[in-house]
C-alpha cells in the first residue's frame, strides 16, 4: 500500500484523538494531509462569487454576494496576520495566479486597498494604512469564533459594497459598451450577477474574470469575429478586467448581430442576449422549437409581445439556471441606467 494512502487511512481513525503536528512529516506528506483534513472546509468553493485565498496559515473566503469576509488561522497571530492582509490587499491579477490564489498580499504605496471603502472599521472610517487595520483586528478578535479548533472572525462589508465594487468598472463598460453597441446598464448587471464584481472570478467550468467568459467559446469568438484573426484568449489576458469586459462586449454583439440576427424588436432582442449569454442561442432555439431550428424559432419570438417572451423566457426555457438568470440580469439594470 503506498505510503500517502496508508497514512490517510490512519488518520481517519487516529484524527478524533489528536491534533496533528504537521512538522513531523515531510512536505509533501504533510501538503497532502493539510488538504485532507481541510476538505470541504472554507476553501471548498467553485462559486464565480466567492474567493478561497491561503496564506501564512490563514485562509480566506471572500464573498462577494453576500458581502462576508472569513478568516481562519491555525493561530491567533496568523489569524491577525490574515485579518491585516486581505484588509490592505491589492488583487492584481498580473501577479497571481488566480487558480490558486496563493501568495495574494500585494500592499503597495501610494495604491489604495481592494476593499478600501467597503470595509470600515468600528469607528466608521475606511481602512488605507497598517496602523488602522491592525487596530480593527483587534478589534475583530474579540469576537472571536471557531471552526474545528481554528480561531475565526468574519468581517462584514459595508451595506452598500456592490455599488462601491461596480463603480470600479464603469468607466470600463462604458468604452466598450460604446465601441460594441452594448448598453451600460445591460453590461454592468450581467457583470454583478456573474461574479458579483470579483475580478479573480473562476467558475466549475472554468469561465473566467468579471464577466465570466470561457476562453474556448465566447473567447475565441471574440478574437475570430471582432478582432479577425484565429486566438483563444489566456487566463491571464482574461483576468485583466479590461480586456475582460472588452472581450464580453464583443461577444455580446456577435450575439446581437450574428447568432440572435432575425429579433426585430429591441427588447426582445436584449431578452435573447441575456438568455443567450447564460445558455448559448442553441438553447434558445431548442426552447422555442422541439427540432431546434433557428428560423422558427425566431418567428415564433417575433409573434409573441414583449410580455410573453420574458415570461416565456422565466418560465418554459429549457435550463432552469437560465430561467433564473434573466430575472436576475433584468431585475438588475434599473440601478445602472
Same mark, same amino acid.
Given at each position: 500500500?503506498?505510503?500517502?494512502?496508508?497514512?490517510?487511512?490512519?488518520?481517519?481513525?487516529?484524527?478524533?484523538? /489528536?491534533?496533528?503536528?504537521? $512538522?513531523?512529516?515531510?512536505?509533501?506528506?504533510?501538503?497532502?494531509?493539510?488538504?485532507?483534513?481541510? +476538505?470541504?472546509?472554507?476553501?471548498?468553493?467553485?462559486?464565480?462569487?466567492?474567493?478561497?485565498?491561503?496564506?501564512?496559515?490563514?485562509?480566506?473566503?471572500? @464573498?462577494?454576494?453576500?458581502?462576508?469576509?472569513? =478568516?481562519?488561522?491555525?493561530?491567533? @497571530?496568523?489569524?491577525?496576520?490574515?485579518? =491585516?492582509?486581505?484588509?490592505?490587499? +491589492?488583487? @492584481?491579477?498580473?501577479?497571481?495566479?488566480?487558480?490558486?490564489?496563493?501568495?495574494?498580499?500585494?500592499?503597495?504605496?501610494?495604491?489604495?486597498?481592494?476593499?478600501? #471603502?467597503?470595509? /470600515? @472599521?468600528?469607528?466608521?472610517?475606511?481602512?488605507?494604512?497598517?496602523?488602522?487595520?491592525?487596530?480593527?483586528?483587534?478589534?475583530?478578535?474579540?469576537?472571536?469564533?471557531?471552526?474545528?479548533?481554528?480561531?475565526? =472572525?468574519?468581517?462584514?462589508?459595508?451595506?452598500?459594497?456592490?455599488?462601491?465594487?461596480?463603480?470600479?468598472?464603469?468607466?470600463?463598460?462604458?468604452?466598450?459598451?460604446?465601441?460594441? $453597441?452594448?448598453?451600460?446598464?445591460?453590461?454592468?448587471?450581467?457583470?454583478?450577477?456573474?461574479?458579483?464584481?470579483?475580478?479573480?472570478?473562476?467558475?466549475?467550468?472554468?469561465?473566467?474574470?468579471?464577466?465570466?467568459?470561457?476562453?474556448?467559446?465566447?473567447?475565441?469568438?471574440?478574437?475570430?469575429?471582432?478582432?479577425?484573426?484565429?486566438?483563444?484568449? !489566456?487566463?491571464?489576458?482574461?483576468?485583466?478586467?479590461?480586456?475582460?469586459?472588452?472581450?464580453?462586449?464583443?461577444?455580446?454583439?456577435?450575439?446581437?448581430?450574428?447568432?440572435?440576427?432575425?429579433?426585430?424588436?429591441?427588447?426582445?432582442?436584449?431578452?435573447?442576449?441575456?438568455? !443567450?449569454? #447564460?445558455?448559448?442561442?442553441?438553447?434558445?432555439?431548442? !426552447?422555442?422549437?422541439? /427540432?431546434?431550428?433557428?428560423?422558427?424559432?425566431?418567428? /415564433?419570438? #417575433?409573434?409573441?409581445?414583449?410580455?410573453?417572451?420574458?415570461?416565456?423566457?422565466?418560465?418554459?426555457?429549457?435550463?432552469?439556471?437560465?430561467?433564473?438568470?434573466?430575472?436576475?440580469?433584468? !431585475?438588475? +439594470?434599473?440601478?445602472?441606467?
Amino acid at each position: 500500500m503506498p505510503l500517502l494512502l496508508w497514512l490517510l487511512l490512519c488518520f481517519s481513525v487516529v484524527l478524533p484523538c /489528536r491534533a496533528i503536528q504537521f $512538522g513531523d512529516y515531510d512536505s509533501d506528506v504533510a501538503a497532502l494531509l493539510w488538504e485532507y483534513l481541510h +476538505q470541504g472546509e472554507l476553501l471548498a468553493t467553485d462559486k464565480p462569487t466567492q474567493m478561497a485565498l491561503r496564506n501564512n496559515g490563514a485562509d480566506t473566503l471572500v @464573498d462577494f454576494e453576500q458581502g462576508t469576509i472569513t =478568516v481562519v488561522a491555525d493561530s491567533r @497571530d496568523q489569524l491577525k496576520q490574515g485579518i =491585516v492582509q486581505i484588509i490592505l490587499t +491589492q488583487f @492584481d491579477p498580473t501577479e497571481i495566479d488566480a487558480q490558486t490564489v496563493e501568495d495574494f498580499g500585494l500592499v503597495r504605496k501610494n495604491q489604495k486597498p481592494f476593499f478600501y #471603502n467597503q470595509i /470600515r @472599521d468600528h469607528d466608521g472610517q475606511p481602512i488605507e494604512f497598517a496602523w488602522r487595520a491592525e487596530r480593527y483586528a483587534d478589534r475583530l478578535m474579540t469576537k472571536l469564533g471557531w471552526r474545528n479548533g481554528r480561531p475565526q =472572525v468574519r468581517i462584514p462589508l459595508v451595506a452598500e459594497h456592490t455599488q462601491i465594487a461596480g463603480s470600479k468598472y464603469l468607466s470600463l463598460a462604458r468604452q466598450a459598451g460604446q465601441r460594441h $453597441g452594448i448598453s451600460v446598464p445591460l453590461m454592468m448587471a450581467i457583470m454583478e450577477t456573474e461574479s458579483a464584481f470579483n475580478p479573480l472570478a473562476r467558475s466549475r467550468s472554468n469561465a473566467l474574470g468579471l464577466m465570466q467568459i470561457k476562453a474556448n467559446t465566447a473567447g475565441r469568438d471574440y478574437f475570430a469575429l471582432i478582432k479577425g484573426y484565429q486566438h483563444t484568449p !489566456s487566463a491571464s489576458y482574461l483576468y485583466q478586467p479590461a480586456q475582460n469586459i472588452e472581450t464580453a462586449a464583443g461577444y455580446l454583439k456577435i450575439l446581437k448581430t450574428r447568432y440572435l440576427k432575425g429579433i426585430w424588436n429591441a427588447t426582445k432582442l436584449e431578452y435573447a442576449m441575456i438568455a !443567450s449569454y #447564460n445558455g448559448g442561442a442553441g438553447n434558445l432555439w431548442n !426552447s422555442l422549437d422541439r /427540432r431546434g431550428n433557428k428560423t422558427n424559432a425566431i418567428a /415564433r419570438i #417575433n409573434k409573441m409581445t414583449e410580455k410573453e417572451f420574458y415570461w416565456f423566457l422565466t418560465n418554459r426555457h429549457n435550463r432552469d439556471e437560465t430561467r433564473n438568470y434573466v430575472r436576475k440580469v433584468t !431585475s438588475r +439594470q434599473g440601478k445602472y441606467r
